[in-house]
C-alpha cells in the first residue's frame, strides 16, 4: 500500500523558515513523483511544489518560487519542502501526495491530479 507521512509543520513568525518532511513507502520512490500542496482555511487546495525523483525535476508555484525548495533523499524514500521567508499567507495544512513521474512535467503538474495522498501538516505564519 501507497503510504505518506508528512510532518515537519508548527508555528513560525514571519520571515522564518520550516522543513516539511514526506516519508514514502509502498511504491517504487525513485520512478514516482512527490507533490506538496496546501490548503488554507475557506479556500481551495492549491498546488505548492513537486519532484519527479528519477530525473529531479521540479516545479514550483510563482507564489513560493525563490522562497520553497523541494529536495529528495532517495536512501530514505523522503522529499522534503525547505520554506524560507515566510508570509502570514503561507498559513495552511500542507499535504504530500506522490503518482508517476509525469504528473511533474510541465504539463502534468498543471492538469494531472495525484491519486495518493498522505494526512496533512499544520503551518502557521504569524505576522
Known amino acids: 500500500d501507497v503510504q505518506l507521512q508528512a510532518s515537519g509543520g508548527g508555528l513560525v513568525q514571519a520571515g522564518g523558515s520550516l522543513r516539511l518532511s514526506c516519508e514514502a513507502s509502498?511504491?517504487?520512490?525513485?520512478?514516482?513523483?512527490i507533490g506538496w500542496f496546501r490548503q488554507a482555511p475557506g479556500k481551495e487546495r492549491e498546488r505548492v511544489s513537486c519532484?519527479?525523483?528519477?530525473?529531479?525535476?521540479?516545479n514550483y508555484d510563482d507564489s513560493v518560487k525563490g522562497r520553497f525548495t523541494i529536495s529528495s533523499d532517495r536512501a530514505k524514500n523522503t522529499t522534503y519542502l525547505q520554506m524560507n521567508s515566510l508570509k502570514p499567507e503561507d498559513t495552511a495544512v500542507y499535504y504530500c501526495?506522490?503518482?508517476?513521474?509525469?504528473?511533474?512535467?510541465?504539463?502534468?503538474?498543471?492538469?494531472?491530479?495525484?491519486?495518493?495522498w498522505g494526512q496533512g501538516t499544520l503551518v502557521t505564519v504569524s505576522s
Open positions: 519532484i519527479a525523483n528519477r530525473d529531479g525535476i521540479t
Open positions: 501526495a506522490a503518482d508517476r513521474f509525469y504528473h511533474c512535467s510541465e504539463y502534468g503538474w498543471l492538469s494531472r491530479p495525484y491519486d495518493y
Open positions: 509502498g511504491f517504487p520512490f525513485d520512478d514516482w513523483a
